[in-house]
């Protein structure tokens, strides 16, 4: 069995769990975070997507394409901490994806978030806590590339970097895609195991989910 079907398995037969799943363009977070969810029966997808333009709607159809049919899809653009608490109470698990364009929404319809991020990062930290079902958010890792030119663009990478940090406070597990291999940078239950803080070493996926991340299933 694979370290992604394991972790998977884990979250069906433990209470709720918080999962956050980071990783830059194209690193195999998505397809992964999708796999941690796979074997729930009642699954909810919170798409943060816009349909803003012809490109967007096409990767839109894509993605839904690629899930399964039988998970329920609620797109969320703005009101991400009203969804997680309204669709957690009757899902078995909720995948977010993502945090990175729920920031970018959020900072282009609200001004006041530039100033004030705090008050989102709480509002969804708050209801990812308060969920009843188990949690997989995915994000960006933003804050490793060059500094942005322009102050919108610090602002954002700023926003998101406090947003990444406090779910992974709140997170029983944090994972780290790099090209399409998943690296464990937090594990409660494990460090709860082993009496320590919960760091543990690199987690690979088998064969199979490697090869997927190159010729398989799309990744994102």
Known sequence: MSPGMEASKGMQTSKKTVTLVLGGAQSGK???????????????????????DAEMQQKI????????????TVEAPLSLHRTIRSESREADALLIDCLTI???????????????PKKYIDAVCEAILASKACVVA?????????VPAYRSG???RDFLGQMN???AQIADRVVLMVAGLP??????????????????????????????????????
């Not at 729920?102 to 004030?116: D, H, I, L, P, Q």
């Open 30 to 52: 998505s397809y992964y975070a999708q796999q941690l969810v796979s074997d729930f029966e009642r699954v909810t997808f919170i798409a943060t997507g816009r349909r803003t």
């Open 61 to 72: 159809a894509r993605h839904r394409r690629e899930r399964p049919i039988a998970w329920r």
């Open 102 to 116: 729920y920031v970018a929404n959020v900072m282009g319809a609200r001004s006041e978030s530039k100033s004030n």
């Open 138 to 146: 995915v994000s960006n890792e933003v804050g490793s590339g060059v």
């Open 154 to 156: 610090r602002i954002y």
């Open 165 to 167: 940090q406090k779910i």
């Open 183 to 220: 690296v464990t940078l937090k594990d409660s239950r494990i460090g709860r195991e082993k009496g320590a803080a919960g760091l543990v070493s690199a987690a690979t996926y088998e064969s199979t989910e490697s090869e997927s991340a190159n010729g398989g299933r799309k990744t994102h």
